[in-house]
């Protein structure tokens, strides 16, 4: 039987792997939903601007390709999920809710306390309140999809990783023909 401390580890792994794995389909929606936009809302998503500040405060930005733009965006965004869905998998079982709803909720904070917090109090971005109403929809819409994948997911990994299922990447005792 797992301590406790290696519990929590294992559960801030799951975390991170379903974090990673919803930022997927948070980011398709984002890109979906930006295209629909008025045209005079279509500046870049938060997590250009976000990259893009960054990369113009350490004067990378000079020698960045539109690609490099593109996939330094990619990766600091499922780097973010990943990272806040490590803090979800360690917190989880604190958290009175199954895992869908308990992920949109943290999916919500997410957005709170980053886009009306930590983003404006750190000259990143400005708070939401300044933006469009339909962008912070966006942002928001999109934050209920990371929350509820990585809320499932999580629930999902969580039961394999603690034997509570049929812990298919378990070393079970039951060996399948063709790995004999």
């Known amino acids: 039987m797992a301590s406790p401390f290696q519990r929590r580890i294992v559960d801030a792994i799951v975390g991170l792997l379903a974090g990673i794995v919803a930022t997927g389909p948070m980011t398709v929606a984002m890109i979906l939903w930006h295209r629909r936009l008025p045209v005079q809302e279509r500046y870049p998503l938060p997590p250009r601007q976000i990259v893009m500040k960054l990369a113009r405060v350490t004067g990378l930005d000079k020698s960045m390709s539109n690609e490099a733009r593109s996939a330094a965006t990619l990766l600091a965004h499922f780097g973010y999920g990943g990272a806040i869905g490590a803090i979800y998998g360690a ?5 009175p809710s199954p895992g869908i709803p308990k992920g949109i909720l943290f999916g919500l904070i997410v957005w709170v306390t980053n886009y009306l917090a930590m983003l404006p ?3 990143v971005l400005h708070g939401a309140q300044k933006h469009p109403a339909r962008r912070n929809a966006l942002m928001i819409a999109a934050h209920i999809v990371w929350g509820a994948a990585t809320g499932w997911l999580d629930s999902v990994l969580r039961e394999d990783a ?4 049929r812990q298919p990447f378990s070393t079970a005792h039951l060996m399948h023909p063709d790995a004999r």
Do not use: K, P, Q, S
């Open 91 to 95: 917190v989880a079982e604190e958290l």
């Open 121 to 123: 109090a750190a000259g």
């Open 162 to 165: 603690h034997g509570g299922g």
